[in-house]
């Protein structure tokens, strides 16, 4: 196990509605990423946190949103969701830039 | 040129044999490459990463092998086992060696035959 958890591991949106995935990163990693995997694809890059500032993002709209607290901790908003946002929703944690990134189970996101 | 090329698909091996899995990408400014295990319902687990200064890298029954003129790598897993039986992600990062925000290949899956 990575020590990375993320929460909730399922959930069920309808489309155009809102969503918060949370996610706690491993001790001792002050840097946290977000992917989308669609089904049977490798995970895309959504964006990146360093102290508690934006510090990279993928070709995401900016209907795609995060959050980086003191505690290292990471929220991802996605507004006014669509069917193709359907997907498992990684986080990673790693130290900056150094040390591997370290994925927790994912979030099941099914918008309906 | 932001593309990493995976190969092949998927993959049937015998258990003891060796598994091999390519990966290709364009961008020199590449400087990271690490490969990630998947099991189904469960988020990738990095396996082994090597950066362009050695050409393999070798860690247990997994080995990378690094061309940087060719620019291609390969995961070889020595020995394969049924519970090695996943998915295989390769992965690099354009930016500056940066771990954590990686553009990944379209997958592998490897199904180790008893």
């Known amino acids: 196990e990575t020590g990375v958890t993320q929460s909730p591991t399922h959930l069920i949106k309808t489309r155009g509605q809102q969503v918060t995935l949370r996610c706690s990163s491993q001790s001792g990693h002050n840097t946290v990423s977000w992917y989308q995997q669609a089904l049977g694809q490798g995970p895309q890059f959504i964006f990146q946190?360093?102290?508690?500032?934006?510090?990279g993002r993928g070709n995401f709209p900016p209907r795609f949103s995060g959050l980086q607290f003191p505690n290292y901790s990471s929220e991802l908003n996605v507004n006014a969701l669509e069917l193709d946002d359907s997907a498992l929703y990684l986080c990673?944690?790693?130290?900056?830039?150094?040390?591997?990134?370290?994925f927790g189970q994912g979030t099941r996101l099914t918008v309906v | 040129q932001q593309q990493v090329k995976q190969s092949p698909q998927s993959l049937i091996v015998q258990k003891g044999g060796i598994s091999i899995i390519n990966c290709a990408y364009e961008n020199t400014a590449f400087d990271y490459f690490p490969w990630y295990q998947q099991f189904p319902g469960k988020g990738p687990a990095l396996l082994i990463a090597i950066r362009p200064d050695v050409s393999e890298k070798k860690e247990g029954r997994f080995t990378i092998s690094f061309n940087k003129s060719a620019k291609q790598f390969s995961l070889h897993i020595m020995d394969s086992q049924p519970g090695d039986s996943a998915t295989y992600f390769c992965?690099?990062?354009?930016?500056?060696?940066?771990?954590?925000?990686?553009?990944f290949g379209t997958g592998t899956l490897l199904a180790v035959q008893p």
């Open positions: 946190y360093y102290r508690e500032e934006e510090n």
């Open positions: 992965a690099a990062s354009p930016y500056g060696g940066a771990t954590n925000k990686l553009i």
């Open positions: 990673a944690s790693s130290t900056r830039d150094r040390g591997g990134a370290f």
